[in-house]
């Protein structure tokens, strides 16, 4: 059981926009800054927005962040077939980084 | 451009000890501003945080609560690189294992390997 809370899968067709939770407690979001990164199959995690709302260079302004007390969020606009991939959640928490369990996201 | 080189055996027996090595390019493992970090991946428990070494005037090492007493992170400066040593390995212990950088956040990773403990 993860610490930080995502649904399972999320789905949605291209152009559409796609909100992706994660909920947490006030030891990690309520207290700290969230991460989310992107992961293709068989393939490391990648960096997609790091304190709660910034995009790395090369990550395309479609892809933003947002947190609101204990809660953050990952928003997809003008959703592309190639945006399917495993999106995860993470958060330092007391004296651990913790990691949601992960959204599978499906562009059908 | 940081770069995480990973290197170490993909199997190992139960009750021995696993050991993996990450190399870096582009940066220092002794840098002031940055961490370095092992993770694990596995279907049954998703990313788990295992610990992190870095330099603040002297070294650091923590752990995650469920590895202490079974892990060492070692940094290597001669080598610019850092180890894990995970010991008394179990089934559970199967995972593809990352190294990655922390510098508020994880930002380089490397490529990861699959690391299977079975007799």
């Known amino acids: 059981q993860s610490v930080l809370t995502q649904p399972p899968s999320a789905s949605g067709t291209p152009g559409q926009r796609v909100t992706i939770s994660c909920s947490g407690s006030?030891?990690?979001?309520?207290?700290?800054?969230v991460n989310w990164y992107r992961q293709l199959p068989g393939t490391a995690p990648k960096l997609l927005i790091y304190d709660n709302n910034q995009r790395p260079s090369g990550v395309p302004d479609r892809f933003s962040g947002s947190k609101a007390g204990t809660s953050a969020s990952l928003a997809i606009s003008g959703l592309q077939s190639d945006d399917e991939a495993d999106y995860y959640c993470a958060a330092w928490d007391d004296s651990s980084w913790v990691f949601g369990g992960g959204t599978k996201l499906t562009v059908l | 451009q940081v770069q995480l080189q990973q290197s170490g055996p993909g199997l190992v027996k139960p009750s021995q000890t696993l050991s993996l090595t990450c190399a870096i390019s582009g940066d220092s493992v002794s840098s002031n501003s940055a961490a370095w970090n092992w993770i694990r991946q596995s279907p049954s428990r998703g990313l788990e945080w295992l610990g992190r070494t870095y330099y603040r005037s002297k070294w650091y090492n923590e752990y995650a609560k469920f590895v202490k007493g079974r892990m060492t992170i070692t940094p290597d400066t001669s080598k610019n690189r850092f180890s894990l040593q995970l010991n008394s390995v179990t089934p559970e212990d199967t995972a593809v294992y990352y190294c990655a950088r922390t510098s508020g956040y994880f930002d380089f990773w490397g490529q990861g390997i699959l690391v299977t403990v079975s007799s």
């Open positions: 006030r030891s990690n979001i309520g207290s700290n800054t």
